[in-house]
């Protein structure tokens, strides 16, 4: 019997890991590493900041930063959320080129991920990079403006790093996400009836807003020498 088991067991971890591999190489090809540069530079020309431009902390222009988040990083927030073999909605607020959302979608072909981008030369970035993966999509939309429905949604992504904290709570001992951002959320998931995961990079949701902290992960990011996730799901 445990012969029998050990077979099973290994032979999905193989599975697995076959999966991993082609998701890696079909991400580099179409978004790679060597052209992250050029992906950066279109990110600070839709943020509005000529090369080299100093601005102060306050400048709202600062929410509307471009970065990519570490695949290593969300490769771990979603293995905790241990949904591999399910049918999952994944959702990436502030999807920039659409690197994290064709991450998702490559990575699990029965999913159906999709990310939504304020700005519009990023969003055609996206829908170019992305043209040949059938199960992702991404829309065009200030999602502070204009919430999301994500009624229908299992996990939430969002690289917020550069978005505004202007809190701390104690309890949490972490950085609040800022209001419009948390009501953002409230409105989108309002009608969401699953047992949704809301993965905040370092700023906690506001427990004040119905959402729940289950678990704070330590992943690698080296555009801030590391991050924290935020996991959250709503109270019932
Ligand atoms: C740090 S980037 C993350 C990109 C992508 N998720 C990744 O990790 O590769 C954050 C993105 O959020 C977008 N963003 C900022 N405010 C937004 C808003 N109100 N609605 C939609 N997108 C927004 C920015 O334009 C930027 O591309």
Redesign the pocket.
Known sequence: MLWWVTLVVSAAWRRQVAREDAASAALEAAYPEAELGLRVRL?RE??GLAPGAVVRSTDPRL???????SIDGVRRCLEAAGLEEKEVRFA??????????AFAALRNPRWECR?????ET?HAEALRRSAEIPNVRFER?????DPPDLSDVDVV???????PAPEWSPDLGAPLLDNRWTRMLQVALRDNSRKCRVMITDRALDPAAGFVLDEVLDVPNRETAGSLVFIHTRED
């Open positions: 990110g839709a943020q929410e509307l930063t471009y970065g990519e988040f990436d607020i502030g999807s920039g080129t659409g690197r994290i959302a990310g939504y981008e304020i700005s990023l939309r200030d999602v502070l403006l992504f969002a690289y917020a790093t550069a978005f």
